[in-house]
């Protein structure tokens, strides 16, 4: 994890990535302790909560505490091993219907495919039929609009022009007159990166109450059901045949999630822990954080723990854990997967790393843990497993450049001309494709 300490701070001591008077690296074990042991301690911020819960309501992204660990354990058996096995055929069908998008525009003379904008519909299609039961028609020429908003609304959350309102105004005016009011206001304000956001809410709204009118209708009729992309075993069908049967004057997702909790109880081995990290989080309690290894305060003093008051804002950067050369050796930045075909150093294991996933951060850990990571890790084998065995796949002539725009993204060097709907410099991975058959002839 890397952060940095401020002593001069109004609230004493703070880890903040505003702040920054001198960096230090904590340590795995500093992780460990504090976000596993003392994770009740440790939640996602005011600012994250409140964002999420503007654009996409209350559900698991938008909630703290006791809820969202309900919300969590409710959820778990529609990611578990045994829901994924009954997904598996689906997945392949999106997979298929990829490899046959990416031959079709190889015969149609195209040298150089934009490889992201395919597999972004293609994670779009997997989630569209395996929770949603619908789809989004990965054949079809033109990207549906909800794929161009969901893919492009983290860039748009980390404009530079959205820092200041976003911590020092959203908070003040959040709850000023109706919902109706704030729209209108919204919608008068000369400001065009506020409009982007909110055109792209809207096409993720609109298009959420559409698929789920249209899964409360279908779910009545069991024959419909499987003819639909899902074919009846996405988590939208689960949940509304629930409800239909529920006679509870309750709501339809909370009746759904206690009866989900009670027919589909995953195995022992399909539960997940509950222990290790969060992304962005603050202390809810003074707390000390342990090191593995002394560092060295402003002040020339050796520490061996940090003292963190409540409210402290914590940024954890999960891929110092992920390259550590302490943890992985020297080699730790290189990309090489077969590293996992031979046994790990013994320091992996000692260094008891608090993530879900082979002893990495990439999906957290704890009650802030990726609940579909599961979903993601199938969803990753079947793609490459079917790519592979047809295309073969080079650079291309353009040089890539990676953004950080919240999550990493790829774009073209010279891409600042080619904009997308939004009026932004359009994502891509341009690679050279061609069919595994004529490469090898």
Not at 121 to 137: H, I, P, Y
Not at 373 to 390: D, G, I, R
Request: include cysteine; glycine fraction near 4%.
């Amino acid at each position: 994890m890397v952060a940095s300490l401020d002593s001069k701070a109004s609230s004493g001591p703070a880890l903040s990535m505003f702040m920054i008077r001198k960096p230090f690296s904590t340590s795995h074990q500093s992780g460990s302790h504090s976000f596993a042991q003392d994770q009740h301690l440790y939640e996602s911020t005011d600012d994250m909560i409140l964002a999420n819960t503007l654009v996409f309501g209350h559900g698991i992204f938008s909630t703290r505490g006791n809820h969202h660990n309900k919300q969590r354990k409710l959820l778990f058996p529609l990611f578990s091993p045994t829901q994924m096995r009954v997904l598996t055929p689906v997945f392949h069908d999106v997979a298929n219907d990829l490899c046959d998008a990416i031959a079709r525009q190889i015969t149609q003379g195209k040298s150089q495919i934009n490889v992201l904008e395919w597999l972004s519909r293609t994670a779009l299609e997997f989630v569209a039929r395996g929770v949603l039961g619908t789809s989004f028609d990965v054949h079809n020429e033109i990207e549906h609009p909800y794929s161009v908003s969901i893919k492009s609304f983290p860039r748009i959350m980390t404009f530079p022009g959205f820092i200041f309102p976003r911590f020092f105004i959203l908070p003040y005016v959040k709850d000023l007159g109706s919902p109706r009011f704030r729209r209108w206001v919204v919608d008068m304000l000369p400001w065009k990166s506020l409009h982007i956001l909110r055109d792209m809410v809207d096409v993720m709204h609109n298009t959420s109450i559409a698929i789920f009118g249209l899964k409360k209708d279908s779910s009545a009729n069991k024959d419909q059901l499987s003819s639909e992309p899902g074919k009846g075993k996405d988590l939208m069908s689960v949940l509304c045949e629930i409800s239909r049967h529920n006679a509870r004057t309750v709501s339809i997702v909370s009746s759904a999630f206690f009866a989900v909790k009670a027919n589909l109880a995953a195995a022992e081995e399909d539960q997940l822990s509950d222990s290790e990290l969060l992304a962005q989080i603050s202390a809810q309690a003074d707390t000390i954080i342990p090191l593995s290894k002394p560092i060295t305060s402003i002040d020339g003093k050796p520490m061996t723990e940090i003292q963190l008051p409540r409210k402290t804002f914590v940024c954890i950067s999960l891929n110092a854990c992920n390259r550590d050369p302490a943890i992985w050796g020297a080699d730790a930045r290189e990309w090489r997967p077969e590293r996992w075909l031979s046994p790990l150093p013994e320091t992996v294991a000692n260094a008891k790393i608090p993530g879900v996933y082979s002893s990495l951060m990439t999906f957290y850990g704890g009650h802030r843990s990726c609940i579909g990571f599961k979903f993601t890790e199938l969803e990753m084998k079947v793609v490459l497993s079917s790519l592979l065995q047809q295309f073969r796949f080079a650079l291309g002539d353009k040089k890539i450049i990676w953004k950080m725009n919240g999550i990493n993204q790829p774009m073209a060097e010279d891409s600042e001309a080619d904009l997308d709907k939004y009026g932004l410099p359009r994502l891509q991975l341009p690679l050279r494709v061609t069919l595994l058959s004529d490469s090898d002839s």
